[in-house]
């Protein structure tokens, strides 16, 4: 699109303050890439993957989460640092990165594309050659409604990486972990499509909403 008609219809649509937040926050993205000589942005359909799994219909494309909304919302959380850090459909990896540079305890990226898998871990690897991370970051290629959560992993990010079918059972994986090892969950959904859907598990008590440089997330926590 035009990015002189896109602005002309976010100014429409948004108001100014919210067009001139995103525009600041895609900027940000592009000096992201440059700073450290990553390749994370773009936008990939997800039919275009190079997957077997049987959910790939239920994908949704890749596309990079802002970073300096991301960052930010994690520093006004003040997530425990002892945490696991855990992103569906982590594609490319960028919030990966941005998670260890945050501090967990591990971070977990679960990606069924070998394509993007790659191209995560060389981002990690070009990342990191100049930027000490604060965390390790395990790729793990898998189809997400197959993927073991572990008794440990407590911190969840959803990027609307897949239709309701996958993450319905996404959320049962998650409901039968926390009843084999009980502890307090948090989930981090960037752009909410489905937040009823996840309101209506059960799993979480409480939901904040929260708008950063033109992003809206929501938290829950249980």
């Not at 489905?194 to 939901?207: K, N």
């Amino acid at each position: 699109m035009n990015p002189f008609v896109w602005a002309r219809d976010s100014i429409r649509g948004r108001g100014l303050l919210r067009t001139s937040q995103i525009v600041g926050s895609t900027v940000a993205d592009l000096l992201f890439d440059l700073r450290y000589g990553t390749d994370t942005r773009g936008w990939v359909d997800a039919q275009e993957l190079d997957t077997d799994s049987e959910n790939k219909a239920h994908a949704v494309h890749y596309q990079a989460t802002k970073a300096r909304p991301f960052l930010k919302l994690l520093h006004s959380l003040g997530l425990p640092k002892d945490s696991v850090f855990v992103d569906f459909g982590s594609g490319k990896g960028r919030v990966l990165l941005l998670a260890a540079l945050y501090g967990f305890k591990r971070v977990v990226g679960v990606e069924f594309s070998p394509q993007l898998c790659e191209l995560a871990r060389r981002n990690i690897a070009t990342f990191s050659k100049g930027t000490p991370l604060r965390s390790p970051i395990e790729i793990v290629e898998a189809d997400a409604t197959r993927f073991e959560i572990g008794a440990d992993m407590n911190v969840f990010y959803f990027y609307n990486p897949f239709d309701p079918p996958v993450l319905s059972k996404v959320l049962d994986n998650v409901r039968r972990s926390v009843e084999s090892a009980p502890r307090k969950l948090w989930l981090i959904y960037n752009t909410p499509r489905h937040h009823e859907l996840i309101h209506q598990s059960g799993l979480f008590r409480d939901c904040s909403c929260h708008e950063i440089g033109g992003t809206e997330f929501r938290v829950y926590t249980g």
